[in-house]
């Protein structure tokens, strides 16, 4: 049983917090970023920069200064650089990634031959941009919230994946699941099909089945849409009695009812029993009413679907 406040948040780390993961110290990490950028390059250059062999004689040493056109958040400096870098380009750094930046602020400087410059500026660009776009609706959402004990995170709608993860994490959110293979969520086509087989008792036959993965997984979290079923998945973790954090996933329900679910759990004394993560078409306009209910996660498709890029640019000096 998890007997006070702090604990919960503390689970609700554990459970959802992998962005600590996601810097050059981690091999895995490393791998993933240069197996994305490499693509991205080759997908990019092709045969060759048509462009600059057509007008470009020589690859002159230039300088180029990344400029901020909008405010927010800036985040993926350290996988820029990193891949910049490889490109035989000096590149410093005047923010680092969680800075809030202005208008017209200096980001970063570029140093090294002009071709280069120019064949890696769109993937440099791309990157940035989204991941700080991200992380600048993420904080607006952390910011809130601030007076609440709820927390924000992403969820799988991702596009870049790790990039995204990691610039809501550079935002002040959670990262969630990375992938299908890091933790388990039942939702509503895995139930669908144990009804077929267990009727009434699919939610306990999900759950049980669950049990034989927890020492896999990160977490155990189960989907449901009514307060009964949150009931039965409670009582369902309280018996198992698992050694990870369980959760459950208040899909779709209006805040009123999840303020409901979250009652009816403390009289039936199942509350500590799990974790509480409210779901599906929540926006910036009604979320701190979420946020009300007292639920410990409020998870968003939207931060990593539908992001919108923080505007910037790069000058090629003379």
């Known amino acids: 049983m998890w007997l006070d406040l702090l604990d919960r948040q503390k689970l609700v780390e554990r459970a959802y917090q992998k962005g600590n993961k996601l810097n050059l110290n981690n091999d895995t990490y490393i791998a993933r970023l240069n197996a994305f950028f490499e693509k991205e390059y080759l997908d990019d250059i092709g045969d060759g920069d048509a462009t600059s062999k057509a007008i470009l004689t020589k690859n002159e040493p230039k300088k180029a200064v990344l400029k901020a056109k909008a405010s927010g958040i800036i985040s993926g400096l350290e996988e820029v650089s990193w891949f910049l870098r490889k490109h035989r380009l000096d590149v410093k750094c005047h923010k680092k990634d969680g800075n809030e930046i202005f208008n017209g602020d200096i980001i970063l400087?570029?140093?090294?031959?002009?071709?280069?410059?120019?064949?890696?500026?769109?993937?440099?660009?791309?990157?940035?941009?989204?991941?700080?776009?991200?992380?600048?609706?993420?904080?607006?959402?952390?910011?809130?919230?601030?007076?609440?004990?709820?927390?924000?995170?992403?969820?799988?709608?991702?596009?870049?994946?790790?990039?995204?993860?990691?610039?809501?994490?550079?935002?002040?959110?959670?990262?969630?699941?990375?992938?299908?293979?890091?933790?388990?969520?039942?939702?509503?086509?895995?139930?669908?099909?144990?009804?077929?087989?267990?009727?009434?008792?699919?939610?306990?036959?999900?759950?049980?089945?669950?049990?034989?993965?927890?020492?896999?997984?990160?977490?155990?979290?189960i989907e449901v849409t009514s307060t009964e079923d949150a009931l039965r998945a409670?009582?369902?973790?309280?018996?198992?009695?698992?050694?990870?954090?369980?959760?459950?996933?208040?899909?779709?329900?209006?805040?009123?009812?999840?303020?409901?679910?979250?009652?009816?759990?403390?009289?039936?004394?199942?509350?500590?029993?799990?974790?509480?993560?409210?779901?599906g078409a929540i926006t910036p306009d009604d979320i701190q009413e979420y946020a009300k209910t007292g639920v410990d996660v409020i998870s968003l498709g939207y931060l990593t679907h539908s992001v919108h890029a923080l505007d910037m640019s790069l000058e090629m000096t003379l």
Not at 136 to 157: C, G, P, Q, S, W
Not at 250 to 257: Q, R
């Open 234 to 279: 409670a009582r369902s973790f309280k018996g198992l009695i698992f050694k990870i954090p369980c959760v459950i996933m208040l899909d779709n329900m209006a805040p009123s009812m999840i303020d409901g679910t979250l009652e009816t759990l403390r009289e039936n004394n199942l509350y500590d029993f799990a974790l509480l993560e409210a779901s």
């Open 109 to 221: 400087e570029i140093q090294g031959g002009q071709k280069d410059i120019l064949v890696t500026e769109r993937i440099a660009l791309n990157v940035l941009q989204r991941m700080s776009g991200i992380s600048t609706e993420t904080r607006r959402l952390v910011d809130l919230l601030k007076d609440y004990n709820t927390r924000i995170a992403a969820t799988r709608k991702t596009l870049l994946r790790y990039l995204d993860k990691k610039a809501v994490f550079l935002g002040g959110g959670l990262t969630h699941r990375f992938g299908l293979w890091d933790s388990i969520l039942i939702k509503d086509n895995h139930l669908e099909t144990l009804k077929r087989e267990f009727k009434e008792d699919y939610i306990e036959a999900a759950i049980a089945r669950a049990s034989a993965f927890s020492n896999k997984v990160d977490f155990i979290e």
